[in-house]
Each structure stands twice: as structure tokens, then as C-alpha cells.
């Protein structure tokens, strides 16, 4: 059974800098794709950045390209989300996700595994 534990989110002020983090365990294939994904209320969940795991090919949602970094420690089976100059509407709870294969996918159906989330609260 895989399981995806997030942390780092929290109540920050705009143009501030987070890095969240997601360690994965009990994973058994070699060959999968991890992203974030953020539901601001009343909206629904959006792509925001994925990961390849096999050669660390990222992906982003156009809205937050340049402030946003996706990586990963093999090591440590966790990724994570630098974000730079947050700004209000950044707010939202942030899920990691993960799915079996290598396909570069942003939809989130697709994803197989999710953590809890993490609340991200940015005030202006």
C-alpha cells in the first residue's frame, strides 16, 4: 500500500517563499510519476507540477512557471515544491499524488495514490 505523507504548507504573506515536501512508502514499481495538484475553495483541483521519477522530466502549469520548482530525492523517496513569490491566489490545499507508469499526465483521475494535503494560506 502506498502512502503519500505531505508537510510544509502554512499561513505566509505574499512574496514569500515555501517549499513543500511529500515522502512516499511502500512503493514498489521502479517506473511512476508524482505531481502536485491545489483545490482553492469553491474551485476545482488543479494540475500545478509533475515529476517523472526515472530521469526527473518536470512539467508545470503555465500560471506558475518561474516560481514554482518540482524535484526530487531519490534517496529519500520524497518530493518536493519550492515556491517563490507566492500571492493570494496561490491559497489552496496542496496534494501530492503519485501513479504507476511514465506517462506525462495532468489529470488527475489518472493518479492512482494521494496524500492527506497540506494547507497553503497566502495573505496579502
Known amino acids: 500500500q502506498v502512502q503519500l505523507v505531505e508537510s510544509g504548507g502554512g499561513l505566509v504573506q505574499a512574496g514569500d517563499s515555501l517549499r513543500l515536501s511529500c515522502t512516499a512508502s511502500g512503493r514498489t514499481s521502479s517506473r511512476y510519476t508524482m505531481g502536485w495538484f491545489r483545490q482553492a475553495p469553491g474551485k476545482e483541483r488543479e494540475f500545478v507540477a509533475l515529476i517523472r521519477w526515472s530521469d526527473g522530466s518536470t512539467s508545470y502549469r503555465d500560471s506558475v512557471k518561474g516560481r514554482f520548482t518540482i524535484s526530487r530525492d531519490n534517496a529519500k523517496n520524497t518530493m518536493y515544491l519550492q515556491i517563490h513569490s507566492l500571492k493570494p491566489e496561490d491559497t489552496a490545499v496542496y496534494y501530492c499524488?503519485?501513479?504507476?507508469?511514465?506517462?506525462?499526465?495532468?489529470?488527475?483521475?489518472?493518479?492512482?495514490?494521494w496524500g492527506q494535503g497540506t494547507q497553503v494560506t497566502v495573505s496579502s
Open positions: 499524488a503519485g501513479r504507476d507508469g511514465e506517462s506525462i499526465t495532468i489529470v488527475d483521475k489518472t493518479y492512482d495514490y
